[in-house]
Protein backbone atom coordinates (compact mmCIF):
# COMPACT_ATOMS: atom_id res chain seq x y z
CA UNK A 1 0.00 0.00 0.00
CA UNK A 2 3.16 2.38 1.14
CA UNK A 3 4.35 1.49 -2.61
CA UNK A 4 1.04 2.49 -4.18
CA UNK A 5 1.33 5.90 -2.80
CA UNK A 6 4.80 6.71 -3.10
CA UNK A 7 4.27 5.90 -7.20
CA UNK A 8 1.26 7.66 -7.47
CA UNK A 9 3.09 10.98 -5.48
CA UNK A 10 6.02 10.17 -7.82
CA UNK A 11 3.64 10.46 -11.06
CA UNK A 12 2.36 13.59 -9.47
CA UNK A 13 5.93 15.54 -9.02
CA UNK A 14 5.16 16.65 -12.93
CA UNK A 15 1.85 17.88 -12.02
CA UNK A 16 0.97 21.12 -13.49
CA UNK A 17 1.66 24.30 -12.41
CA UNK A 18 -1.09 27.91 -13.37
CA UNK A 19 -4.16 28.47 -13.66
CA UNK A 20 -5.21 29.47 -17.58
CA UNK A 21 -7.61 31.93 -16.87
CA UNK A 22 -4.91 33.49 -14.78
CA UNK A 23 -4.17 35.50 -11.62
CA UNK A 24 -6.89 37.30 -10.53
CA UNK A 25 -5.52 40.41 -8.24
CA UNK A 26 -8.84 41.20 -6.88
CA UNK A 27 -9.68 37.60 -5.23
CA UNK A 28 -9.46 36.88 -1.44
CA UNK A 29 -7.42 34.01 -2.28
CA UNK A 30 -4.90 36.33 -3.83
CA UNK A 31 -5.56 38.99 -0.97
CA UNK A 32 -4.56 35.80 1.72
CA UNK A 33 -1.44 34.99 -0.40
CA UNK A 34 -0.25 38.78 0.28
CA UNK A 35 -0.62 38.71 3.31
CA UNK A 36 0.94 35.29 4.14
CA UNK A 37 3.99 36.04 2.64
CA UNK A 38 3.98 39.18 4.58
CA UNK A 39 3.50 37.80 8.08
CA UNK A 40 6.27 34.86 6.78
CA UNK A 41 8.97 37.87 6.45
CA UNK A 42 7.83 39.89 9.31
CA UNK A 43 8.49 36.89 11.66
CA UNK A 44 12.12 36.73 9.82
CA UNK A 45 14.82 37.84 12.27
CA UNK A 46 17.37 40.34 10.67
CA UNK A 47 20.05 37.94 10.12
CA UNK A 48 17.41 35.90 8.16
CA UNK A 49 16.43 38.73 6.28
CA UNK A 50 19.98 39.95 5.02
CA UNK A 51 20.78 36.49 4.61
CA UNK A 52 17.97 36.15 1.79
CA UNK A 53 19.56 39.43 0.32
CA UNK A 54 22.90 37.97 0.22
CA UNK A 55 22.05 34.54 -1.15
CA UNK A 56 20.37 37.47 -3.62
CA UNK A 57 23.45 39.00 -4.57
CA UNK A 58 25.48 35.23 -4.87
CA UNK A 59 22.19 34.13 -7.38
CA UNK A 60 22.80 37.67 -9.29
CA UNK A 61 27.31 36.64 -9.49
CA UNK A 62 26.00 33.38 -10.96
CA UNK A 63 23.34 34.57 -12.90
CA UNK A 64 26.59 36.78 -14.06
CA UNK A 65 28.89 33.85 -14.82
CA UNK A 66 26.04 31.83 -16.90
CA UNK A 67 24.94 34.03 -18.98
CA UNK A 68 26.70 35.44 -22.61
CA UNK A 69 26.26 38.81 -21.68
CA UNK A 70 29.17 41.22 -23.09
CA UNK A 71 28.15 44.26 -20.70
CA UNK A 72 31.51 43.58 -17.93
CA UNK A 73 30.31 43.99 -14.34
CA UNK A 74 33.22 43.98 -12.46
CA UNK A 75 33.24 41.72 -9.19
CA UNK A 76 33.29 45.36 -6.95
CA UNK A 77 30.21 46.01 -8.05
CA UNK A 78 28.94 43.12 -6.23
CA UNK A 79 31.17 43.78 -3.29
CA UNK A 80 29.60 46.51 -3.17
CA UNK A 81 26.22 45.21 -2.92
CA UNK A 82 27.18 42.88 0.35
CA UNK A 83 28.64 46.21 2.00
CA UNK A 84 25.62 47.62 1.07
CA UNK A 85 22.97 45.46 2.56
CA UNK A 86 24.97 44.37 5.51
CA UNK A 87 24.67 48.37 6.17
CA UNK A 88 29.15 48.38 6.58
CA UNK A 89 31.01 51.42 4.98
CA UNK A 90 33.97 51.17 2.64
CA UNK A 91 36.07 52.85 5.45
CA UNK A 92 34.96 49.45 8.13
CA UNK A 93 35.64 47.19 5.32
CA UNK A 94 38.85 48.70 4.69
CA UNK A 95 40.44 49.06 7.90
CA UNK A 96 38.56 45.07 8.44
CA UNK A 97 41.13 43.72 5.45
CA UNK A 98 44.05 45.79 6.37
CA UNK A 99 43.65 48.38 2.93
CA UNK A 100 44.02 51.44 2.67
CA UNK A 101 40.60 52.99 1.58
CA UNK A 102 42.28 54.09 -1.71
CA UNK A 103 42.58 50.57 -2.87
CA UNK A 104 39.57 49.92 -1.73
CA UNK A 105 37.84 52.07 -3.91
CA UNK A 106 39.97 50.84 -6.77
CA UNK A 107 38.95 47.49 -6.11
CA UNK A 108 35.13 48.40 -5.95
CA UNK A 109 35.13 50.63 -9.45
CA UNK A 110 37.04 47.59 -10.97
CA UNK A 111 40.42 49.58 -11.36
CA UNK A 112 41.81 47.03 -9.36
CA UNK A 113 41.26 43.28 -9.90
CA UNK A 114 40.25 40.13 -6.81
CA UNK A 115 43.38 38.21 -6.02
CA UNK A 116 43.53 35.16 -4.17
CA UNK A 117 44.20 36.72 -1.04
CA UNK A 118 41.09 39.10 -1.20
CA UNK A 119 38.65 36.32 -2.78
CA UNK A 120 39.53 34.01 0.50
CA UNK A 121 38.64 36.87 2.76
CA UNK A 122 35.30 37.64 0.67
CA UNK A 123 34.94 33.61 0.79
CA UNK A 124 34.53 34.32 4.73
CA UNK A 125 32.88 37.17 4.77
CA UNK A 126 30.26 36.68 2.20
CA UNK A 127 28.40 33.63 1.07
CA UNK A 128 30.35 33.26 -2.23
CA UNK A 129 33.17 30.96 -2.82
CA UNK A 130 36.82 32.09 -3.16
CA UNK A 131 36.64 30.34 -6.74
CA UNK A 132 33.10 32.35 -7.82
CA UNK A 133 34.85 35.88 -7.02
CA UNK A 134 37.99 34.64 -9.06
CA UNK A 135 35.74 33.27 -11.59
CA UNK A 136 34.67 36.96 -12.52
CA UNK A 137 37.52 38.04 -12.89
CA UNK A 138 38.62 35.56 -15.49
CA UNK A 139 34.94 36.17 -17.45
CA UNK A 140 35.54 39.33 -17.87
CA UNK A 141 38.94 38.76 -18.92
CA UNK A 142 37.81 36.55 -21.77
CA UNK A 143 34.44 39.27 -22.58
CA UNK A 144 37.52 41.77 -22.85
CA UNK A 145 40.11 39.61 -25.32
CA UNK A 146 37.20 38.71 -27.25
CA UNK A 147 35.99 42.43 -27.34
CA UNK A 148 39.74 43.40 -28.11
CA UNK A 149 39.68 41.37 -31.29
CA UNK A 150 44.01 41.37 -31.26
CA UNK A 151 43.80 37.93 -32.92
CA UNK A 152 41.53 36.04 -35.03
CA UNK A 153 41.09 32.94 -32.64
CA UNK A 154 39.12 31.51 -35.66
CA UNK A 155 42.20 30.25 -37.51
CA UNK A 156 43.17 27.98 -34.42
CA UNK A 157 42.16 24.39 -34.23
CA UNK A 158 43.66 20.64 -33.37
CA UNK A 159 43.69 20.42 -37.51
CA UNK A 160 45.86 23.22 -38.45
CA UNK A 161 48.47 22.34 -35.09
CA UNK A 162 48.82 18.99 -36.75
CA UNK A 163 49.80 20.13 -40.08
CA UNK A 164 52.05 22.72 -38.27
CA UNK A 165 53.69 19.67 -36.85
CA UNK A 166 53.82 17.52 -40.18
CA UNK A 167 55.71 20.66 -41.67
CA UNK A 168 58.13 20.88 -39.07
CA UNK B 1 22.43 27.33 -17.19
CA UNK B 2 23.32 23.46 -16.96
CA UNK B 3 21.23 20.82 -15.21
CA UNK B 4 20.85 17.35 -14.98
CA UNK B 5 17.73 15.59 -15.53
CA UNK B 6 17.18 11.50 -14.52
CA UNK B 7 16.65 9.37 -17.55
CA UNK B 8 13.81 6.70 -16.21
CA UNK B 9 15.04 3.53 -18.12
CA UNK B 10 19.19 3.70 -17.88
CA UNK B 11 18.59 5.46 -14.17
CA UNK B 12 21.21 7.38 -15.18
CA UNK B 13 22.03 11.29 -14.94
CA UNK B 14 22.21 13.18 -18.53
CA UNK B 15 22.91 16.92 -19.32
CA UNK B 16 20.52 19.36 -20.04
CA UNK B 17 20.24 22.70 -20.61
CA UNK B 18 17.72 25.52 -19.37
CA UNK B 19 18.14 28.49 -21.40
CA UNK B 20 14.80 31.06 -22.31
CA UNK B 21 12.58 30.45 -24.93
CA UNK B 22 11.65 31.87 -27.69
CA UNK B 23 8.01 32.32 -29.30
CA UNK B 24 9.69 30.05 -32.49
CA UNK B 25 9.98 27.17 -29.64
CA UNK B 26 6.16 27.14 -29.11
CA UNK B 27 5.77 25.98 -32.73
CA UNK B 28 5.90 22.20 -31.60
CA UNK B 29 4.27 22.75 -28.41
CA UNK B 30 0.50 21.56 -29.39
CA UNK B 31 0.39 17.67 -29.10
CA UNK B 32 -0.41 16.76 -25.60
CA UNK B 33 0.16 19.63 -24.24
CA UNK B 34 -2.33 21.21 -21.67
CA UNK B 35 -1.50 24.79 -21.65
CA UNK B 36 -1.61 26.91 -25.10
CA UNK B 37 1.78 28.30 -24.34
CA UNK B 38 1.72 30.16 -27.78
CA UNK B 39 -1.15 32.35 -26.54
CA UNK B 40 0.47 32.43 -22.81
CA UNK B 41 3.70 33.73 -24.56
CA UNK B 42 3.26 37.20 -23.97
CA UNK B 43 2.02 37.90 -20.63
CA UNK B 44 2.94 41.10 -19.29
CA UNK B 45 6.06 41.27 -17.36
CA UNK B 46 7.24 37.63 -18.25
CA UNK B 47 10.16 35.41 -19.16
CA UNK B 48 9.94 32.03 -20.77
CA UNK B 49 11.95 28.63 -20.31
CA UNK B 50 12.18 25.64 -21.72
CA UNK B 51 14.79 22.40 -20.70
CA UNK B 52 16.49 20.94 -23.46
CA UNK B 53 18.92 17.58 -23.83
CA UNK B 54 22.55 18.75 -25.21
CA UNK B 55 22.39 15.65 -27.31
CA UNK B 56 18.76 16.88 -29.00
CA UNK B 57 18.15 20.68 -28.54
CA UNK B 58 15.27 20.75 -30.73
CA UNK B 59 13.06 18.51 -28.28
CA UNK B 60 11.38 20.33 -25.41
CA UNK B 61 11.27 18.61 -21.99
CA UNK B 62 9.24 21.23 -20.02
CA UNK B 63 8.19 24.99 -19.95
CA UNK B 64 8.63 27.71 -17.41
CA UNK B 65 6.91 30.84 -17.36
CA UNK B 66 7.60 33.25 -14.97
CA UNK B 67 6.04 36.42 -14.32
CA UNK B 68 6.70 39.53 -12.10
CA UNK B 69 2.84 40.73 -10.67
CA UNK B 70 3.24 44.59 -10.82
CA UNK B 71 6.97 45.29 -9.92
CA UNK B 72 7.81 43.19 -6.91
CA UNK B 73 6.21 40.00 -6.63
CA UNK B 74 7.64 37.10 -8.37
CA UNK B 75 5.10 34.62 -9.95
CA UNK B 76 5.36 31.09 -11.40
CA UNK B 77 2.19 31.41 -14.04
CA UNK B 78 2.68 28.00 -15.72
CA UNK B 79 5.32 24.96 -15.38
CA UNK B 80 4.78 21.75 -18.09
CA UNK B 81 6.72 18.87 -18.56
CA UNK B 82 6.75 17.64 -21.81
CA UNK B 83 3.93 15.04 -22.73
CA UNK B 84 6.43 12.61 -23.12
CA UNK B 85 7.75 13.16 -19.19
CA UNK B 86 4.33 12.84 -17.90
CA UNK B 87 2.57 9.76 -15.96
CA UNK B 88 4.01 6.39 -15.59
CA UNK B 89 6.27 6.34 -19.24
CA UNK B 90 7.65 9.12 -19.13
CA UNK B 91 11.30 9.58 -19.86
CA UNK B 92 13.19 11.57 -17.98
CA UNK B 93 12.64 12.89 -14.10
CA UNK B 94 13.70 16.26 -12.48
CA UNK B 95 12.15 18.20 -15.06
CA UNK B 96 9.23 20.17 -12.52
CA UNK B 97 12.26 20.38 -9.89
CA UNK B 98 14.85 22.33 -12.25
CA UNK B 99 12.07 24.61 -13.93
CA UNK B 100 10.52 25.14 -10.25
CA UNK B 101 14.45 26.15 -8.81
CA UNK B 102 14.68 28.63 -12.01
CA UNK B 103 11.48 30.35 -10.83
CA UNK B 104 12.41 30.69 -7.11
CA UNK B 105 16.24 31.83 -8.11
CA UNK B 106 14.56 34.07 -10.18
CA UNK B 107 12.17 35.05 -7.27
CA UNK B 108 16.11 36.21 -5.67
CA UNK B 109 16.69 38.33 -8.36
CA UNK B 110 13.96 40.19 -9.20
CA UNK B 111 11.74 40.04 -6.44
CA UNK B 112 11.43 43.29 -4.22
CA UNK B 113 11.27 44.62 -0.63
CA UNK B 114 9.36 41.46 1.38
CA UNK B 115 8.95 39.55 -1.64
CA UNK B 116 12.48 39.19 -2.46
CA UNK B 117 13.06 35.14 -2.80
CA UNK B 118 9.33 34.44 -2.17
CA UNK B 119 7.66 32.58 -4.97
CA UNK B 120 3.65 32.28 -5.26
CA UNK B 121 2.36 30.19 -7.92
CA UNK B 122 -1.47 28.34 -8.53
CA UNK B 123 -2.16 24.68 -9.12
CA UNK B 124 -5.24 23.80 -9.72
CA UNK B 125 -5.40 20.03 -9.04
CA UNK B 126 -5.65 18.92 -4.86
CA UNK B 127 -3.58 16.16 -5.69
CA UNK B 128 -0.50 17.94 -7.26
CA UNK B 129 -0.99 20.59 -4.39
CA UNK B 130 -0.11 17.68 -1.51
CA UNK B 131 2.40 17.14 -4.01
CA UNK B 132 4.17 20.28 -4.30
CA UNK B 133 3.14 20.43 -0.44
CA UNK B 134 5.69 17.32 0.49
CA UNK B 135 8.04 16.92 -2.45
CA UNK B 136 9.09 20.95 -2.83
CA UNK B 137 8.21 22.13 0.65
CA UNK B 138 5.43 25.16 -0.90
CA UNK B 139 2.64 26.25 1.74
CA UNK B 140 -0.66 26.18 0.55
CA UNK B 141 -3.01 29.44 1.06
CA UNK B 142 -6.74 29.09 0.79
CA UNK B 143 -7.56 27.09 -2.29
CA UNK B 144 -5.35 27.31 -5.74
CA UNK B 145 -2.47 29.71 -4.09
CA UNK B 146 0.68 28.32 -2.81
CA UNK B 147 4.24 29.90 -2.18
CA UNK B 148 7.88 28.63 -1.58
CA UNK B 149 9.52 30.97 1.08
CA UNK B 150 13.38 31.75 0.38
CA UNK B 151 15.05 29.13 2.73
CA UNK B 152 13.32 26.37 0.65
CA UNK B 153 13.98 27.82 -2.78
CA UNK B 154 17.42 27.70 -1.77
CA UNK B 155 17.73 24.47 -0.70
CA UNK B 156 15.96 23.77 -4.31
CA UNK B 157 18.24 26.07 -6.01
CA UNK B 158 21.10 23.61 -4.67
CA UNK B 159 19.55 20.72 -5.55
CA UNK B 160 18.00 21.29 -9.27
CA UNK B 161 20.33 23.69 -10.92
CA UNK B 162 23.89 23.41 -8.98
CA UNK B 163 24.24 19.88 -8.65
CA UNK B 164 27.57 18.48 -9.49
CA UNK B 165 27.66 18.72 -13.84
CA UNK B 166 28.82 15.11 -15.50
CA UNK B 167 31.75 16.82 -17.36
Known amino acids: ?168 | MEVLLLEIASQKLINAELMPAKISDMKGITDGWDFSWKKHFNLPNSKAFKIVLKSAPGIVQGLLLFQMLGKEEPYMAFLESAPHNKGKDKQFDFVAGCLISMACQLSFLEGKGHYEGFLSFQCMDEKVIKVYAGKYGAIRVDRTFMFIEPSVGKQLIEEYLFRKHIN
Not at chain 1, 100 to 106: A, M, P, S, V, Y
Request: with cysteine; hydrophobic share 35%.
Open chain 1, 1 to 168: MEDMKSKEEYLLEDGLVGDPAGVDQNSEGYKKLKQAIADRYNSYSEADKLNIKLDGIRYAIIDYLENDSVDIIAPGAFIKKCLEVSMINQKTFAHYISWNTGNLTKLLNGERKINADIAMILEATFPVSAATWMRLEDKNELVRTKQEKTRNYHQYSLKRLQQEAVKV
